[in-house]
Structures are given as C-alpha cells and as structure tokens.
C-alpha cells in the first residue's frame, strides 16, 4: 500500500530504478516494479530524474525570507544600474526607510559605494542597502543620524550594521511568519527539502514551531544557535545551559544541536583574517577571536554535546577554526563554513580531523569575485575554493547556498561546482553531504526504503523542478 507513487523518472544514482513509492513520510520502496494499482496518488515524472530533495547546509532563511520584498541589487553590474534601481524603488515607497540589500562590490569604481552617491539619490529619508555577502552596510546621512553612527563613517562594518538594523522598523511576529511562508513557497519551487539556519537560531525556534503546529511548514530546518567572542568561559557556560533547555527533544521537523561561531569577515572588505597581507596593503585583517577564545569555548561546547560550525574565509580564520578543532569528540562533525582561501597546508587537516567542509560554490562564480580577486592577489585567489581538493583528500563536502548573499538556487550552485567536481560529486554534497553535516544520513539525503520521503523531481539540462516532496506530502507541482 502506497500513498503516493512517483513513476516514470530515473531515480539518483539507482540506474535500474525508475520509481518511488512513499507511505505517510517514509519511502517504502523504490525500483522497475513498484506497485501503483493501490496508490491514492501517482505523478509522472515524465523521465525526469528523481534525487533526495536538496539540502541547503547553510542559509540565513528568516533574513532572506524578510528581505524578498525590499529593493534587491543582486547581480547588477554598473553603478548607473544602481542608481536607476534605487530611484525606481524609492519612487515606488511612499514613506520611511529605503531597504534593501545585494549590491555587489564590483558595481563600484572602487569596489565600494559613497555615502555621497546615496546621499543624493534618496536625499529626504533614511536608507540603507548591504552589500550581497551582508557583511558592509551602504546607508545614506539620514540613517547615520538615526542610528547615531560617528560622525565622518562612510560604510559600516559587522557591528555598526547590527546597531543600524535596530533602527530600522521592522513588521512584527505576523510579518515574520508571512514571510517565512514565501521563503518556504521559494524553496519548495527549488527542489529544496532542508534547510540549515546559520545562526541566529534561538530567536527564531518559536516561529517555526507555530508554522509546525499550524501544519504549514513546507522545509525542514535545522537551527544554529549563535557563539560569540568576549564572553568569559563561566558566562559561556550558563548561556548553553539555556541552550541545553531550548534544544528539547528536537524532531524531523525542527531541530539544533549545533552552534555557529564567525572567526572573521570577508575579503572584499578586507575583514576576513589572513596569514599575510592583503595584496598592496599592509593589513592582514583581524581574527574576531583573541588567542586560545575559540578552542576554549568550542571544547566547553563540545564536551557538552554541541556540533560548532565555525564562518572562517581567510587562511588565518580556517587556521584557527581547525585548530580549535583538534582534540574534539570524534564524530561530532564540527564545520568550517565557507573555506575561501585556506592555506595549502590545512586543506588535508579537514580529513584527517573530520571536520565537515560546507561550501557555497555560487560564492565563486566569477562576477563576483573581481574584488575578492584583487584583495587577495592572484595566487592566494588561484587557490580559492578548493572543493575537489578537500573532496579528494575524503573531506565530506557539504553544499548550500547561503541565500540571501546569492539566490536559493541550486541548479546554479551545482553549475559552478561542476566545473570542478562530476555532477554526480556535487549532487551528493548538496544531498547525502549535507544530510551528514546535520548527522541525519540515515533519515535523509537517499532515496531508499525508510528513509524519510523527501523528494525532488527535476529535470537536470533544463535545470527545472516538476515537484517538490517534503514529508510524503507534495509541496510543490510545476
Ligand atoms: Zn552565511
């Protein structure tokens, strides 16, 4: 007895099955002869290819789901694209503030924007606009003002977004939920099943739990609960014992365990922490944690049960990211998120201390990383992204996107990765890779009999989903 039967597909990596049937949330069989006589549901996928839905290991999916309504500059190319767009969305605003985000550092002569240039394009009310990575913050003199910035800052950094963010008016819990509903309408039309929530985790567990019991949730979601430097290790430690309380039972829906830390910024403002300096400068860039910080409060939080992915860019970073994790609990699959510019010399470490190597290839496709390119000098930035490297040496990669800095797009993800990996490589490190790295292989990320029904049907040329499966239920149908 099947409840739902998806026929006529080749199914991921099984050359001989060409079906899946689901019962309830689980798959009950998958093969050339399933059983569709009895099944309330069959969809056709009219030879299409039928992979474990996709995973995205590593999101800010509340963040990007709020700002799918705000001016979006992601992709444009010159300053005068900008400037027309940002005119545009300011005319189409009756009042209060301009917001919005995804400018690229390319858009710019300089590889930044001026306060100036804002300035004159929205003259009378407060704007602000990040950059598309969400680490440098572009705002106009109005919001300075308003969030009573120094006097003289041209763009804002790291904390100075945080304080500017406060000041801005925000819809309050309903807005929230509306938009975690278009977020999860986006992901169930890309083929994404999971998603990995890269911090900020605490603050949002009682949103997704009222989607659940409304029995709206369309994703998966795994939240990261938020680690952050300058807390002395006694403070560290009470803080996780509301952690401890906060991550309950946890189920198939709505799950943590796992903490995210930033070990540095980004190279394009020249945030991210290197081992020499930036090329022509002689600045190196901070690490956010001071000597033995993080290796102190990663193995407090390790010998509690906690996984810690840790954002680390620059070699300095990934440096000091693997060496807090030497001497960790074996198999606690802690991460290095993003892995930009590792020095040759760590790339074999992720291997050899199980360290799970999350990566977002769209971060390196060309059009956005000419400033990344000259920040680093052409041989660090030849080295850059090293996925089949670190897949070679038997590091488990595992794929996402990390929307909203690009879009929740798979397809293009794999696109890049592709050009270094087989598709068959970078498929599994957006499925079975990023099941591991959430320690959910066995429920997740392939298609086999009691497994979790999580499912996608996509044509992989075209590059197109027929219909997304979350659950056994089907929450999307081109
Ligand atoms: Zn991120």
Do not use: C
Not at 6 to 12: C, H
Not at 164 to 169: G, N
Request: aromatic share 6%.
């Amino acid at each position: 007895m099947a409840s739902l039967v998806v026929v006529n597909g080749r199914v991921w990596s099984q050359p001989s099955a060409t079906a899946v049937a689901v019962d309830g949330e689980r798959i009950t069989a998958v093969g050339a002869d399933v059983d569709v006589s009895r099944a309330t549901r069959v969809i056709d996928a009219g030879g299409a290819t039928i992979v474990p839905a996709f995973n995205d290991a590593h999101v800010h999916f509340l963040m990007a789901s709020r700002s799918l309504g705000q001016l979006d500059l992601f992709g444009v190319e010159t300053t005068a694209e900008v400037e027309r767009r940002i005119v545009e969305y300011a005319r189409s605003q009756h009042d209060g503030w301009i917001v919005g985000r995804g400018w690229l550092y390319s858009a710019f002569p300089d590889g930044m924007p001026t306060i100036e240039l804002l300035d004159r394009l929205v003259p009378d009310r407060p704007a602000y606009i990040e950059s598309f990575d969400a680490h440098t913050g572009w705002a106009n003199s109005r919001a300075l003002e308003i969030a009573g910035a120094p006097a003289g800052r041209v763009l804002i950094e790291e904390e100075a977004m945080r304080q500017m963010t406060r000041h801005i008016p925000r819809g309050g819990r309903a807005e929230d939920l509306d938009a975690l509903r278009a977020g999860m309408r986006l992901a169930a039309a890309r083929g994404v099943g999971s998603v990995q929530e890269a911090g900020n985790g605490l603050k949002q567990l009682a949103l997704w739990q009222s989607l659940r019991e409304s029995g709206e949730l369309k994703v998966r979601v795994r939240l990261a609960f938020d680690m952050t430097p300058g807390t002395a290790m006694d403070e560290w430690a009470r803080r996780l014992d509301d952690y401890d309380e906060a991550r309950g039972g946890g189920d198939r829906w709505i799950s943590t365990g796992i903490l995210k830390a930033f070990a540095d910024g980004v190279v394009e403002s020249r945030t991210a922490a290197l081992l020499e300096p930036y090329a022509d400068s002689d600045h190196r860039g901070e690490p956010l944690w001071e000597g033995g910080e993080l290796a102190a409060a990663v193995r407090i939080a390790d010998a509690r049960g906690w996984q810690v992915q840790v954002h680390a860019i620059g070699d300095a970073a990934i440096r000091q990211a693997l060496d807090a994790f030497e001497g960790t609990t074996p198999g606690r699959r802690h991460r290095v998120e993003h892995i930009e510019s590792p020095d040759p010399s760590d790339v074999l470490r992720f291997a050899r201390l199980g360290v799970v190597a999350s990566m977002q290839p769209q971060h390196a496709e060309p059009r956005l990383t000419e400033v990344w390119r000259r920040n680093l000098g052409t041989p660090r930035a030849m080295r850059g992204w090293p996925w089949r490297e670190l897949h070679d040496s038997g590091a488990r990669l595992a794929f996402g996107t990390d929307w909203p800095v690009v879009p929740l797009d798979p397809f293009a993800s794999l696109g890049v990765a592709s050009q270094r990996l087989t598709q068959a490589e970078a498929v599994d490190a957006w499925t079975s890779g990023s099941a591991y790295a959430e320690h959910a292989e066995h429920e997740k990320g392939e298609l086999r009999e009691g497994m979790l029904a999580d499912i996608a049907v996509i044509d992989l040329d075209l590059e197109h989903v027929k219909a997304t499966i979350v659950g056994g239920a089907v929450v999307y149908e081109s």
